[in-house]
């Protein structure tokens, strides 16, 4: 695996590649590799000739008070994890790298941003679509892969990509999770014991929620209260959000019916968790 971390060095790993008409898989990540961020890894090695994996914590989409400072990162181990996993060409600028003076042109994401985390995390969205942006024109990519825990990303991606007609497919991979549930995260490492024990409980109150849709008797009002009324129980957080929206557009429901997100946020002391589940009803 080839590690770089100039933009100079990846534009050339990538002009080779394409010369010899090999098709390039993107990953991007921001590190702290876990078995979510393999899984598209290795989804991106089967369906390719070549995968890119990015690791860069994008100063752009943490808000003030984030955890942009204390993100976990650990390089060493994610080079052995991403070489593993099957990846050619490992991308880890510094910020300086990517950003080497205050950019004139930024986006700005004008529609599925303003809910679930967008709301409470703003101009959130717009710094994931400006390093996207920036990583799609960087490695040229045939096809990018992003994980569903972050549906809403997954949501604004392919967003940007038809609005601006980027030549990439983007492919959104199922969560991985722990045994006992809870979406595997990079941001799992801040759970006390104590929360770590009550945090599956995020992805039983969304199923909950769910059932409750299929069984067709409640309003999305009903279905969001249910949830986060488990949550507010059995969670031992604070409910950020609870939320029912149509997929991918996230618009507000009368009833449940179509391609559905139910999701949720939870706050623990030092962490912040999300998870969704996007379902169908006819
Ligand atoms: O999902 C992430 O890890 C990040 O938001 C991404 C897509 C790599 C952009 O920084």
Redesign the pocket.
């Known amino acids: 695996m080839k590690v770089v971390k100039t933009i100079p060095e990846l534009k050339e790993f990538v002009q080779t590649e394409k010369k010899a008409g090999r098709q390039i898989g993107l990953v ?3 590190g702290f590799l876990h078995e979510g961020h393999l899984s598209l890894a290795e989804k991106a090695r089967k369906e390719n000739d070549i995968v890119i994996m ?1 690791i ?3 100063p752009l ?1 943490f808000g003030p008070g984030e955890d942009f400072e204390r993100y976990p990162r650990d390089l060493e181990r994610d080079e052995k994890l991403a070489a593993s996993a099957g990846v050619d060409c490992l991308f880890v600028p510094e910020v300086e790298e990517m950003y080497p003076q205050p950019s004139i042109i930024t986006m700005t994401v004008t529609g599925r941003a303003d809910k679930l985390c967008g709301e409470k995390r703003p101009g959130h969205f717009d ?2 679509a400006t ?2 942006t920036k ?1 799609f024109h960087l490695t040229e990519p045939d096809k990018a892969y ?2 569903l825990k ?1 549906a809403q ?1 997954f949501a604004v ?1 392919a967003g940007l990509v038809e609005s601006l007609n980027f030549p990439v497919e983007v492919i959104g991979v199922e969560t991985i999770r722990e045994e006992d549930g809870l979406a595997k995260s990079s941001r799992n490492v801040y759970l006390t014991e104590d929360e770590r024990s009550k945090a599956p409980h995020l992805q039983k109150a969304l199923q909950l929620g769910v059932q409750t849709a299929e069984r067709g008797k409640k309003s999305p009002a009903e279905i969001k209260q249910l949830t986060n009324d488990y949550l507010q129980s059995h969670a031992g957080a604070a409910v950020d959000y609870v939320e029912l929206l149509s997929y991918p557009e996230l618009e507000p429901l009368e009833k449940a019916h179509g391609k559905m997100i139910l999701a949720a946020a939870i706050k623990y002391s030092k962490a912040r968790l999300i998870d969704n589940i996007i379902f169908n009803l006819n």
Request: proline share 6%; hydrophobic share 50%; aromatic share 12%.
């Open positions: 991007p990540t921001m990015t860069f914590v994008n989409q710094g994931v390093v996207v990583l992003f994980g972050d990303q991606i």
